[in-house]
């Protein structure tokens, strides 16, 4: 059985180590904070040391916060641990970051794709994730047993590792715009009287069918925005990813400087900044109707 490396156990990261665990993988653990290995531990995790041990595992994968905490804990000493083996980061991180980090993989001979994903941390639970992989054809064949347990269809994105991380980003540039643009219909309807969760009902079982219409409209229409399933700060993190990849091919967005006002007033906003991303809609409803 290949020993697998897992850095990351946030609430993505240790479902998906999970899934590894149960599978009957042997995997090296490893988080900044002690408080989330206990339970992978008891299913029969080991816990690494450092970044450097996990990442030695024949494969290892990576499922951290941003571009900094990946950053510093994907640093050339540790990196060097990793000749031979193979690393899929799976962060939902900057192209920029991504590229850099493939070749400093590379360097020290270490096979690298880039692997991120669609879903919350009930999908990484339950292996259904939507993976978009991106990387060497050598590096996905090698990686393609893990990734099947974590994700209900592995998306290959090409040979270059950063496209994969600017389709997710682009991604989730669309799930931002529709969150926008339900707070801002809802906030239409309720003025005039119209119950929200019965407008919501209609656009999903209409036009508008799908996951992020369906779940967030749901979110929004009842302002059930805790417990906070995607933070409003790391929402805000993919709003300037995406602002990045815009200046990177030279797009001009014209919804984008509105969307990064209605996140700037809703991290200033006491009842907003901790509650999920959804909760920008309360900005523009705020602006119409006044808190609930």
């Known amino acids: ?34 408080e989330p290995l206990a339970g992978l531990v008891a299913k029969g995790a080991r816990e690494a040391g450092s970044p450097a041990e996990a990442l030695a595992a024949e494969v290892s994968f990576s499922m951290l916060a941003n571009d900094q905490a990946t950053g510093q804990v994907l640093a050339d000493p540790e990196i060097a641990a990793a000749a031979g083996s193979t690393h899929v980061c799976m962060a939902s991180v900057s192209p920029e970051l991504v590229t850099d980090l493939a070749e400093r993989f590379a360097a020290v001979g270490a096979g ?16 259904q994730l939507n993976i978009m992989f991106a990387g060497p054809p050598s590096v996905l064949e090698t990686a393609t047993p893990y990734l099947e347990l974590l994700g209900k269809r592995i998306w290959n994105l090409g040979t270059n590792p950063a496209q994969a991380n600017i389709v997710k980003i682009s991604v989730n540039y669309n799930i931002i715009h529709a969150m926008q643009a339900l707070g801002e219909s809802i906030a239409m309807v309720e003025r005039q009287g119209v119950d929200p969760a019965a407008f919501v009902e209609l656009l999903t079982s209409s036009l508008f069918g799908g996951v992020a219409y369906s779940g967030y409209g749901a979110e929004i ?20 990813l995406a602002e990045g990849v815009q200046e990177l091919g030279g797009v001009n967005a014209a919804t984008m400087p509105a969307l990064r006002a209605v996140f700037e007033r809703a991290l200033a906003d006491d009842d907003l900044r901790d509650a999920d991303w959804g909760a920008i809609a309360e900005v523009t409803r705020r602006d119409l109707l006044g808190p609930a």
């Open 1 to 34: 059985m290949t020993t697998l490396g897992f850095l990351g156990l946030g609430a993505m990261g240790s479902g998906m180590a999970a899934r590894l665990v149960d599978a009957g993988h042997e995997v090296l653990v490893w988080n900044r904070s002690k």
């Open 112 to 127: 690298f794709g880039s692997a991120p994903v669609l879903g919350r941390p009930p999908d990484a639970a339950a292996g």
């Open 221 to 240: 229409a009842n302002r059930s925005y805790q417990p906070a399933g995607f933070e409003m700060a790391l929402g805000f993190k993919d709003l300037l």
